[in-house]
């Protein structure tokens, strides 16, 4: 009884599916300032120069620059103040020649004026009157009209995931406002008969339902939002109901299979129920994580998750953070975060699959990262809850070698 | 004119602040299944063991292991079926001498059973017997009572930062809410003559209040509540009195300084003016970044962010968000994401100090991450919305040399 069919290369699996998505979910229009982790659904333009005014970089004083040529310390040139330019004032002062006027960082230059000489780089001789001690050239300690952005230039792409100092970026243009899209809804789905809520009695021979709660928290950092659908028994007409109310109000639908095989095969006859294509993918070239099913049913990806710990969490990365972010128009998927780590073991494997095990993360006496496997059962959640993360044993490789730098993915 | 006393080390400069630290904001006890991203305010002690009872890792039968021994494809063991342990239910079959019930992955041993053989490793005869084709150790193919965890163990300790998987594991022991840190509060308060609010009309002379929000975006990130307090102008009267009401609210405050030399010792003076000790660090030996100021008032700790961008960012993952995880009771700060990379160019800098250059991250032909220096100048908020990430220059280098490979700090 051949268990898996059609099995795909783990790098395959998304790309299989991806053609048969759609290109995103919606669009939102958010305050900008609340903007962070979101995905613009459009190319943002920038209305106006930035700065719109030639900014002094510097304390000092701002000069027509030929009227500092030649002067040093030895022959400083001596040029009339003629008052200043307070700061987020417009500059009243015009320069004529030999004619300064006190400048501040991040002020307006006075009028005329093409460059600012250092505060340090002058002498005071009364209050009309002052020394530069070097030359400057024009331009020199000024930031230009347009230097930052220019009126028309995309200051962000669309599809980008909108950071701290976009935020910044954006409010700078006066733009308060920004069209994202919708966060995709992930549809969550617990099944076996041996599961009961977190909170309830547990008879014997059950055990919690978690998959539930650590898939909701994991989507919840790829920026999706988590709707827990249901907890059903190993049932099709009862999966079926909890799938296609969760397709309907769902982008994204998440099986977390009991963990027999039964239970398993119930979830791809499920997937095949609700509409077509059903099942497109039936295993990957994993381990742990190989009885993954993905499938697609009303154009929306289906993923069917092994209920291990290790596996979900491992194929939660492979196919649902991706799809998380490409419905959301995101197509360059931000890489998770990881690290470099030297292994203190060798992690035997084997060729033709990825095995992915967990490791924890210590500084050796000379600082170094070291990365310590924890060769826990796959199905126990303490074998994560010990770790600092995961590393990879690629395909080609039967194994990696204790001393080997490898990078962590992060947990 | 010195302006700069007590200037700091980089890495000195949050440890000065830390003794003087209160070691928590207050707890708060929030559904478990919410707690992701928050510190865990006391230990997390497992109040039973997990699993609960010895259960099946795979598909097959469970047996008395002692009745395979020596048992192979040749000679098998032939064993009576006096039934099964469906999931999720109690064992009520019981091995006699001889005999075996079918098992469930995840499911109950039968009651006496030590073992299970895996189906593969079988051979049905009929509906009432079976044959195992090798032997099984005691404790083959079974997860033991506690071989997850104990009860008793502490599972989480005082301090952590809850992960996807952590959430998974508080639960599957029944904890339902934990106690974790409150949040702290960032009161962030932006001053400058020139600045406005980014919805506002700019007069000439004028920009937009951009540090507010990108400050408060990088709080959210480090886990704490961003309070926009105000923006004030260069006014000593009006910005401690923001501050007061600040200190009142708030558990971290935030000046970001305007960018003028005048606007930032302002800030020093407001900040001496709140109560002992006042200022405790000015200038640390950082470029972007070196005219922070660092104090406390009422134990709290206060910062003056220099206003440009590049600073402000460099600054608060210094100061700021070690601040953050801290009074949250995490005390070994997490590490901000990274990647590793090879410059694309020189940069030169200066022994005795840091320097902070952005950087883009491009892939190379052959797919090696390349990190090329965006030279913009730092009160340029383009430079970091252009960027991947900034590398740091390290105290005692003069620079790094094109091709040496190097953390890059992601953004």
């Known amino acids: 009884m051949p268990e898996f069919f059609n099995v795909l290369a783990p790098d395959a699996a998304f790309d299989a599916l991806k053609p048969m998505l759609a290109m995103s979910v919606g669009v939102d229009v958010v305050a900008t300032a609340d903007a962070l982790g979101r995905v613009t659904a459009e190319d943002i333009v920038s209305p106006e120069d930035l700065p719109a005014f030639a900014r002094s970089t510097m304390d000092g004083y701002s000069v027509r620059s030929r009227d500092t040529f030649g002067a040093s310390e030895g022959l400083p040139a001596y040029l009339d103040l003629v008052g200043e330019v307070p700061m987020g004032e417009a500059a009243h002062a015009r320069l004529g020649i030999g004619q300064a006027a006190k400048a501040y960082t991040?002020?307006?230059?006075?009028?005329?004026?093409?460059?600012?000489?250092?505060?340090?780089?002058t002498q005071m001789l009364d209050d009309t009157a002052i020394e530069a001690l070097r030359a400057v050239a024009p331009g020199e300690n000024v930031v230009q009209v347009g230097e930052d952005v220019r009126?028309?230039?995309?200051?962000?792409?669309?599809?980008?995931?909108i950071r701290?100092?976009?935020?910044?970026?954006?409010?700078?243009?006066?733009?308060?406002?920004?069209?994202?899209?919708?966060?995709?809804?992930?549809?969550?789905?617990?099944?076996?008969?041996e599961l009961v809520p977190p909170g309830a009695a547990v008879g014997a021979g059950r055990i919690r339902d978690i998959n539930t709660y650590t898939i909701s928290a994991l989507t919840a950092e790829a920026g999706g939002i988590a709707m827990p659908l249901a907890l059903v028994a190993d049932e099709f007409e009862a999966q079926r109901n909890a799938a296609l109310k969760g397709l309907a109000a769902c982008d994204i639908l998440v099986f977390s299979a009991g963990s027999s095989v039964s239970s398993r095969d119930l979830t791809?006859?499920?997937?095949?129920?609700?509409?077509?294509?059903?099942?497109?993918?039936?295993?990957?070239?994993i381990k742990p994580g190989k009885p993954t099913v993905i499938g697609l049913a009303d154009d929306k990806?289906?993923?069917?998750?092994?209920?291990?710990?290790?596996?979900?969490?491992?194929?939660?990365?492979?196919?649902?953070?991706?799809?998380?972010?490409?419905?959301?128009?995101c197509k360059r998927i931000p890489a998770p975060p990881t690290t470099r780590a030297a292994l203190r073991r060798d992690i035997p494997s084997v060729a033709g699959r990825e095995d992915f095990i967990p490791v924890r993360l210590r500084q050796s006496d000379d600082g170094a990262s070291v990365a310590e496997p924890v060769f826990g059962k796959s199905n126990l959640i303490y074998t994560l809850v010990r770790?600092?993360?995961?590393?990879?044993?690629?395909?080609?490789?039967?194994?990696?070698?204790?001393?080997e730098l490898v990078d962590v993915r992060l947990y």
């Open 301 to 329: 990806p289906i993923f069917g998750l092994p209920g291990n710990p290790v596996s979900a969490m491992v194929v939660f990365d492979l196919l649902v953070r991706p799809a998380i972010y490409y419905l959301a128009g």
């Open 387 to 403: 770790s600092d993360g995961i590393v990879k044993v690629p395909m080609d490789r039967s194994g990696l070698y204790a001393g």
């Open 106 to 121: 991040g002020g307006m230059l006075a009028q005329d004026a093409d460059a600012v000489v250092q505060v340090e780089r």
């Open 151 to 161: 009126k028309g230039d995309i200051i962000l792409l669309k599809g980008s995931v």
């Open 164 to 193: 701290p100092q976009d935020i910044g970026g954006i409010l700078a243009l006066g733009i308060t406002g920004v069209a994202v899209s919708r966060k995709p809804r992930v549809g969550i789905i617990s099944t076996g008969d």
């Open 268 to 285: 791809a006859d499920v997937i095949n129920s609700l509409g077509e294509p059903g099942v497109i993918v039936h295993g990957i070239s």
